[in-house]
Every structure is written in C-alpha cells, then in structure tokens.
C-alpha cells in the first residue's frame, strides 16, 4: 500500500512539475513571438498575423502535448520498472533471511530432538547392561553359597559381597 502511494505521490508530482514548465514555456515563447512581430508588422498585416499566431501556438500546443505524454509515460515506465527491480531485490533478500532463520530454528530443534532421543538410548542400553551384569554377579554369588555354602570361609564371603557393590 506505502509503495503504491509512493508511486502516485511521484507521477502527481512529475506531471504538475512538467505542466507548469510547459505552460511557462510556451507563454514566454507567445510573448516573445507576438513582440517581434508587432515590431516587425505593419498595421495592415496585424489581424491575419494574430490569427496566425493563434493557429500556430495551437499546433505547437498539441504537438507539445503529445511529445509530453509520450515522454511522461517512456519516463513513468522506466521509473515503474527500477522500482519494481528494487522491490523484487528487497524481497528476495527477505525471503533468504527469513529462509536462512527458519533453517537454522529447524536444525536446532531436531538436534536437540536427536541428541534427548540418543541420550535415552544411551541411557537405556547402559541401565540394561548394568543390570545384566548386577543380576550375574548376584546369580553367581548364590549358586556359589548353594554349592559350597559350608566350605566358604568368611574372607571369601566378604570378598564376594565387596565386589558385588563395587559392580
């Protein structure tokens, strides 16, 4: 919308500037024009050199008016057409940070998603292995007290219980 009015704002101004310019123009070539001829005519030749004149500066004035539009619109289209390249570049550059940004949040999220998910992996694997391991000692520790319960000496007891808890 701010781009549109911009726009508008600028072909209002260069087409009252450009009006206003002509306008000067072609009153001060009338002027000059009308002096030199009264200057110049006798008083016979007054009357068809006014009409003259007239029919001239009407000529001149439409001429003039269609030589404007067609350099206000060749102006206006090429103004139109960097502006729309200076907007299209901006939004491309846009586009690439909001892209690069979004990339980057996503690439976080799923290495952080990974990593919690490999951690309790991690962890599950290394509690059944401890656990394994706890629960051989322990099998060993009671088989063995069920096998030769009565031969064991107390050394050989606290021996077995002490790297039971060192496990």
Do not use: A
């Not at 500037?17 to 200057?39: A, C, G, K, W």
């Amino acid at each position: 919308m701010e781009y549109r009015n911009r726009q508008t704002d600028r072909q209002t101004d260069r087409q009252t500037d450009r009006q206003t310019d002509r306008q000067t123009d072609r009153q001060t070539d009338r002027q000059t024009d009308r002096q030199t001829d009264r200057s110049s005519d006798r008083p016979t030749d007054r009357p068809t050199d006014r009409q003259t004149d007239r029919q001239t500066d009407r000529q001149t004035d439409r001429t003039d008016r269609q030589t404007d539009r067609q350099t206000d619109r060749q102006t206006d289209r090429q103004t139109d057409r960097q502006t729309d390249r200076q907007t299209g570049q901006t939004d491309r550059q846009t586009d690439r940070q909001t892209d690069r940004q979004t990339d980057r949040q996503t690439d976080r999220q799923t290495d952080r998603q990974t990593d919690r998910q490999t951690d309790r992996q991690t962890d599950r694997q290394t509690d059944r292995q401890t656990d394994r391991q706890t629960d051989r000692q322990i099998d060993r520790f009671f088989t063995l007290i069920r096998t030769q319960g009565e031969s064991l000496y107390v050394n050989e007891l606290f021996v077995l219980i002490y790297g039971m808890t060192i496990c």
